[in-house]
């Protein structure tokens, strides 16, 4: 079945950096695009950055452009978030997602189990 695993959560200060990884199993991963959401607790979860099939095409939301970089290396099934100049409002769970359509949320489909990004101030 389709595994997603992130790794790469923990506690940073403000303006530190993290970078998150999503290991890819069970699925062809180069047929997918692949996302970031975050969920903060009381809010729903949210799109944050989208790549496409061949990482050449990415989307992000604005509060991140700028700080976030999404990459991927098919060749590994792996999926990163580098994330940098971290603020308090970054503090959420952040989940790994393959779809269909990079900027298209709805589209997509598998899940990963979450990885906690904790932002000290």
């Known amino acids: 079945q389709v595994q997603l695993v992130e790794s790469g959560g923990g506690l940073v200060q403000a303006g530190g950096s993290l970078r998150l990884s999503c290991a890819a199993s069970g699925l062809t991963f180069s047929a997918y695009a692949m996302g970031w959401f975050r969920q903060a607790p009381g809010k729903e979860r949210e799109f944050v950055v989208g790549v496409s099939r061949t990482g050449g095409t990415t989307y992000y939301v604005d509060s991140v452009k700028g700080r976030f970089t999404i990459s991927r290396d098919n060749a590994k099934n792996t999926v990163y978030l580098q994330m940098n100049s971290l603020k308090s409002e970054d503090a959420a769970v952040y989940y790994c997602?393959?779809?269909?359509?990079?900027?298209?949320?709805?589209?997509?489909?598998?899940w990963g189990q979450g990885t906690q990004v904790t932002v000290s101030s």
């Open positions: 997602s393959a779809g269909t359509t990079s900027n298209l949320p709805k589209t997509y489909k598998y």
